[in-house]
């Protein structure tokens, strides 16, 4: 089974911080990609990436940025958090480029906090 | 753009009862239609998928059919249980090669015993 690990479950940070969430797939996927889920909004995608060193925006990319290094880690980078980013993050990854409409694979989520 | 819209929730009902969610896109071309399942405290998992008209996806009871002509992809199963508490989310992904999915809102289905 694929496995998409969050390095955390829960998180609490100050505003100003300077704010890591850390991903990890273990099936060579190519694609990554990260989502914010806040109740009424759904799942909203913030930054996705191709390949390694690729990315591109999402719906609502401003205030973070991302870092993909090596093809199984994906890193959200909270640039200055602020209070209005408090919600929950899940990473996903699927396997776009061999067979067409594979699914997005999620990992079970980071609850970010932001005081 | 393109866009998903399902029935807002919550929707809570009692154990056997037959459920509908109600799923109705927007996009061009021929996308592919998914639903996806979040359990309590858990990311999201692939449900069923169609990926052409009339095409039916299912896995464990539940069935959707995707409707061309009416743009849409209804999520059913004949007898919920109390195990299929959960929030359940329409996609789909764009025709033309974007791996990007477009989720709707979800919908909190609650089944008591």
């Known amino acids: 089974d694929v496995k998409v690990t969050q390095s955390s479950r829960y998180l609490v940070k100050r505003t100003g911080e300077k704010v890591f969430l850390e991903c990890v797939q273990d099936?060579?996927?190519?694609?990554m990609f990260w989502y914010r889920q806040d109740p009424g909004l759904g799942l909203r995608l913030i930054y996705f990436?191709?390949?390694?060193?690729?990315?591109e925006k999402g719906d609502i990319p401003e205030g973070y940025s991302v870092s993909r290094e090596k093809k199984e880690r994906f890193s959200l980078i909270l640039e200055s958090a602020s209070t209005n980013q408090t919600s929950m993050y899940l990473c996903?990854?699927?396997?776009?480029?061999?067979?067409?409409?594979?699914?997005?694979?999620f990992g079970d989520g980071t609850r970010l906090s932001i005081l | 753009g393109d866009s998903v819209t399902q029935m807002e929730g919550p929707v809570t009902l009692s154990e056997e009862a037959f459920l509908t969610i109600n799923c109705t896109y927007t996009?061009?071309?021929?996308?592919?239609l998914f639903w996806y399942v979040q359990y309590p405290g858990e990311g999201l998992q692939l449900l069923l998928k169609?990926?052409?008209?009339?095409d039916k996806g299912s896995n464990k009871g539940f069935e959707a059919t995707y409707r061309k002509e009416t743009t849409s992809f209804h999520l059913e199963k004949g007898s919920v249980q109390v195990s299929d508490s959960a929030v359940y989310f329409c996609?789909?992904?764009?025709?033309?090669?974007?791996?990007?999915?477009?989720f709707g809102k979800g919908t909190k289905l609650t089944v008591n015993p």
């Open positions: 099936m060579d996927h190519e694609n």
């Open positions: 996009a061009t071309g021929y996308p592919s």
């Open positions: 169609a990926t052409k008209a009339d």
């Open positions: 990436s191709y390949d390694v060193k690729m990315k």
């Open positions: 996903a990854s699927s396997n776009g480029q061999v067979v067409l409409n594979q699914p997005q694979h």
């Open positions: 996609a789909l992904k764009t025709q033309g090669g974007s791996e990007k999915l477009v």
